[in-house]
């Protein structure tokens, strides 16, 4: 099914904002692998849902942060399919926790997963593309990135991390044909947003002007949108997708 179609591998694909993009770019003709920790129940839901799209689509458990991991995945990946034209950093979590409170561990996860777990994908995605002299890097930063977050410090310091990844990566490979973007969302319905009480809900809700909080598909749209012919001339760009939280 994969064959003649341009790969695409989505990191975190299993939920969220990942899943959204992983149906979007299967909707766009590509074949996607969909990356998960854990959750392999529902990386086969995303497939799933990949092929109702009329794509198609495969999964794969591993973790970003462990680097051996992704080495071997990417070498099955080369094996089975040959080349990567787009990867879409999206794995992330956010261990959250006051300054003087925070625990070595939190921090350290937070960055090993979320700036680590990119900086490797990329570095293997890397050398599939500059072989092919194309291909698309989509980092999902975030806007708290930009504003800063009290109880967010680990999160902020590897979103905001990302952002330098990305125009450091954006020059270096520019001359392949490489293109390397951030896009940071503001609030955007999801398992993590889920996951914060309901009046602080209310609280950012009050700081979006659009006045809601964003839809997974709204992101993905982007990062498709980043991935098309449309977009070779955008790189080192931090696009965001905020409701207009931030401007
Ligand atoms: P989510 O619903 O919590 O999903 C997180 C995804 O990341 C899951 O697919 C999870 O896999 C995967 N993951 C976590 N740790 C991993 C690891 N070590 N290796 C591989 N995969 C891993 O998150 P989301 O809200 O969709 O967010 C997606 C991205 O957007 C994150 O980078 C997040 O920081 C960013 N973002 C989100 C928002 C928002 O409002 N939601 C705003 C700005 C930025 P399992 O299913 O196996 O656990």
Redesign the pocket.
């Known amino acids: 099914m994969s064959k003649d179609k341009k790969m695409a591998l989505v990191?975190?694909?299993?939920?969220?904002?990942?899943?959204a993009v992983c149906i979007e770019l299967a909707r766009a003709g590509y074949h996607v692998i969909v990356?998960?920790?854990?959750?392999?129940a529902?990386?086969e839901e995303t497939v799933s849902s990949c092929e109702e799209a009329g794509g198609s689509a495969e999964y794969c458990?591993?973790?970003?942060?462990?680097s051996e991991e992704v080495s071997r995945a990417f070498s099955e990946l080369k094996s089975a399919h040959g080349s990567l034209a787009v990867l879409v950093n999206?794995?992330?979590?956010?261990k959250d926790g006051l300054l003087l409170r925070l625990k070595d561990q939190d921090w350290d996860r937070t960055l090993d997963?979320?700036l680590k777990?990119a900086f490797l994908c990329s570095r293997e995605a890397a050398k599939l593309m500059v072989k092919a002299r194309n291909g698309s890097i989509v980092n999902?930063?975030?806007?708290?990135a930009e504003m800063g977050n009290p109880g967010q410090a680990p999160?902020c310091a590897s979103?905001a991390g990302l952002i330098g990844l990305t125009r450091s990566m954006a020059r270096e490979l520019a001359s392949r044909g490489i293109t390397v973007n951030a896009i940071?969302?503001?609030?955007?319905?999801?398992?993590?947003?889920d996951a914060l009480g309901e009046s602080l809900k209310e609280e950012h809700l009050k700081a979006i002007p659009l006045g809601r909080?964003?839809e997974?598909r709204e992101?993905a749209s982007l990062v498709r949108f980043l991935c098309s012919g449309d977009a070779r001339y955008i790189t080192g760009q931090v696009i965001g997708i905020n409701g207009g939280m931030y401007m």
């Open positions: 990191t975190g694909g299993s939920r969220g904002i990942g899943r990356n998960y920790a854990s959750n392999s529902a990386a458990g591993f973790d970003v942060s462990n999206n794995a992330g979590i956010a997963v979320n777990g999902i930063s975030s806007v708290v999160y979103k940071t969302p503001g609030f955007i319905k999801t398992d993590m947003t909080y964003g997974p992101v």
